[in-house]
């Protein structure tokens, strides 16, 4: 059985530093804070480096390049 429940979707690229834009589906933002780790529908890890709650923006760990950031869209986010 499985407990996971989705609560954002990873949006398009932002700029050049690797950010992206998510879609939040929960009321609860201030979980998405420096150091949080989650989990995408593809069992990848990702820890936030940092978010922007005024423009829903997320710069993860590790992710450096746009290149790198599109590669996430239309991923779920778990917890």
């Known amino acids: ?40 529908n593809k069992n990848q890890k990702l820890t936030i480096e940092k978010f922007n709650h005024d423009k829903s923006t997320v710069k993860f760990l590790g992710i450096s390049t746009r290149e790198d950031a599109q590669k996430l869209t239309n991923q779920t986010i778990l917890t």
């Not at 949006?11 to 979980?31: I, M, N, P, Y």
């Open 1 to 40: 059985m499985n407990n996971s429940l989705t609560i954002a979707t990873v949006g398009k690229a932002v700029g050049l530093w690797g950010e992206v834009k998510l879609h939040l589906h929960t009321d609860f933002d201030s979980q998405f804070k420096k150091g949080a780790t989650f989990t995408t």
